[in-house]
Structure formats: C-alpha cells, structure tokens
C-alpha cells in the first residue's frame, strides 16, 4: 500500500493534466501520456498519479527552455527575403533581356527588312529611270524613238547590279515583271 493519502495523489492522469494546464503549464495530453509512459510522473497500478511528482514535472516544464522561436522566425524572414529578392533580381534581369531584345532586330527579321529596303531601292531606280528614259536617250545624243529600249538595257544592268550585291548576303533574285 502506498504513503501517500489520497489527498497527495491525483486520481487518473486526466486529472493530473487537467491541474496542470490549470496552473497555467502549456502541455499537451500526448506529450504528458508519453512522459507518464516513459516513467515520470510514474502512474500507479490503479491509475493514480503522485501530486509531488506532478508538481516536479510541473517545475522540469517550467525550467525547460523553449527555443527561441524569434530567432527561428528571424533566419526563415531572412531565408524568405533572400529568396524573395532573388526572384525580383530575377524579374528585372529577364525585363533588361526583353528590352535589349527589342533594340535588337533578330536576324530573320533583319535579313527581312534589308530585303525589303533593297527592293524598294531598286523599284525607285527603276522608276526614276522610266521617268527619265527621254533624259538619257537625249543626253546621250540619241534618237528619242528608241528610249524604251535604252530603258531596258539600263533597267537589266540595274537588276544585275543588285543580283550581285543581294547574291553575296541575301537569297534574294530580282525578275522581270511581266508587262
């Protein structure tokens, strides 16, 4: 039989953590079951447990440290801003890439509007030598009836003269239209 009274003893372990949380500690019923299975505070055949050793386990819970969950909130706030402010670097750099791109014409496009400035060159020679044909044809000393046909000797020398030049950078060949 035991030494204590039954005033010195808690009935069950319910009422052990009912007392407990009582005074205030901040235990959960897992936590003291498993303690209570562990050894500490023991619990009797009957289910009783010893206020004394309550009340120890009471002060071991005021004792223990409790880690220090401001420093632990202060390293995940740091973790959080650091990968916080690699996402924004990220943000701004793929930014500066999409700017610098569009001061940029991609080759395709490039190679598009070379090919676009090229014939629209040679469409303006062409017509200025249309509008002109009588100009040459008489600046030469020539007979005016035949200026058609020196417009068509200049006009081939002109599409020959940009073969070439389109022949070394651009796939680009210049045909007759048709009339």
């Known amino acids: 039989m035991s030494t204590e009274s039954e005033s010195e003893r808690f009935k069950t372990r319910k009422a052990a953590l009912d007392w407990l949380q009582g005074q205030g500690h901040k235990v959960s019923q897992g936590k003291f079951y498993q303690d209570c299975k562990a050894g500490f505070p023991y619990v009797a055949k009957d289910g009783s447990v010893s206020k004394y050793q309550v009340m120890v386990y009471a002060k071991g819970l005021e004792e223990q440290t409790t880690p220090d969950l401001s420093a632990l909130d202060a390293k995940e706030f740091e973790w959080?801003?650091?990968?916080?402010?690699?996402?924004?670097?990220?943000?701004?750099?793929?930014?500066?890439?999409?700017?610098?791109?569009?001061?940029?014409?991609?080759?395709?496009?490039?190679?598009?509007?070379?090919?676009?400035?090229?014939?629209?060159?040679?469409?303006?020679?062409?017509?200025?030598?249309?509008?002109?044909?009588?100009?040459?044809?008489?600046?030469?000393?020539?007979?005016?009836?035949?200026?058609?046909?020196?417009?068509?000797?200049?006009?081939?020398?002109?599409?020959?003269?940009?073969?070439?030049?389109?022949?070394?950078?651009?796939?680009?060949?210049?045909?007759?239209?048709?009339?």
Not at 136 to 156: I, K, P, T
Not at 164 to 174: H, M, Q, R
């Open 80 to 179: 959080r801003k650091a990968q916080a402010d690699a996402e924004m670097a990220e943000i701004k750099a793929e930014r500066m890439r999409r700017e610098a791109d569009s001061n940029w014409l991609h080759a395709d496009e490039a190679w598009a509007a070379v090919a676009g400035l090229v014939g629209r060159l040679r469409d303006t020679i062409r017509h200025h030598l249309h509008t002109g044909q009588r100009e040459v044809v008489y600046a030469a000393g020539g007979e005016q009836e035949r200026s058609a046909e020196v417009f068509e000797v200049v006009d081939a020398l002109v599409d020959k003269a940009f073969n070439e030049v389109a022949g070394d950078s651009i796939d680009i060949t210049f045909v007759e239209e048709e009339r």
